[in-house]
């Protein structure tokens, strides 16, 4: 459910690795000069964006409707949580979708959409938001729905205090949303176990997805409330995959998203100027 960016983002590089050139297609990344780990910078300040975190807030009670304002991401959701479930159950030696007994973290959950499809999965999940209605919301859905999920109130710097650790992290439509993306990388890194997988969504910047994303959704066709999205801190994939590189995460896996059919949901494409997904191991 994202929008998309005509102006670069350049970040400070993480431990004065210098940045190479983007593609915004996703193209060759050249490596960083340095094979530093997650710890090789510390996590000094808060990574959610205190306005970001109010806007999906004010949402709460309209979340779990598939009409409503999140209807882009009730529609994504199947497609999202497939493409996660079968790529970590394959690591673990796995058939289909069998996630039991893996641990799963689910950053800026909101009213918990993956975090309930992950836990049909097996997983035991942890859904983790700074929104405190939006977990309200998320925790009442899984109580009337039978489902076992641990919420949190709180950021993922919080949990890295905790020591915690996961087989896998996902971030689903969260990462154009945050205030320092290297510093967000790097938490999520310290997040997950190493050999884990880190599961990014989000939105490329492109005419595109300014186009089809930001001006379509918003305020031709009003998919999404006007300001969902900014598209200057749409990332490209380069640009991810670069970042995540520093925080001590290698590209495995990426896929463009893209909605199909009414009757047949959305789609895997390799097309990824709009929505895409990646997978990324910790090393």
Sequence with gaps: MRALAVVELWAAPCCGQQRAGTDN???????????????????????????????????????????GPMAPLHQMNPLRCRWIAGRLAAAHGRQGENLRGLTVLDVGCGAGLASEQLARYGAAVTGLDAAGAALG??????????????????????????????????????????????????????????????FLSTLNRTARSFLFAKLGAEYVLRLLPRGTHQWSMFVTPAELTR????AGLRLAAISGMAPGLPSQGWRAT??????????LTRD
């Design 25 to 67: 297609c996703g193209g060759v990344i050249p490596q960083p000069t340095s094979n530093s780990g997650p710890e090789c910078c510390p996590l000094t300040s808060p990574t959610a964006l205190p306005s970001e975190v109010a806007k999906f807030d004010a949402l709460a009670g309209e979340w779990w409707d598939p009409r």
């Design 137 to 198: 919301a998320a925790r009442a859905h899984a109580a009337a729905s039978g489902l076992d999920i641990e919420y949190r109130d709180g950021m993922p710097e919080d949990l890295v205090a905790e020591d915690r650790r996961f087989d896998a992290v996902v971030a689903l439509e969260v990462i154009e949303h945050v205030e320092d993306r290297p510093a967000f990388l790097r938490a999520l890194a310290a997040l997950t176990r190493p050999g884990g997988i880190v």
């Design 243 to 246: 970042e995540a590189r520093a």
């Design 270 to 279: 390799s097309d990824v100027a709009v929505n895409y997904i990646v997978a």
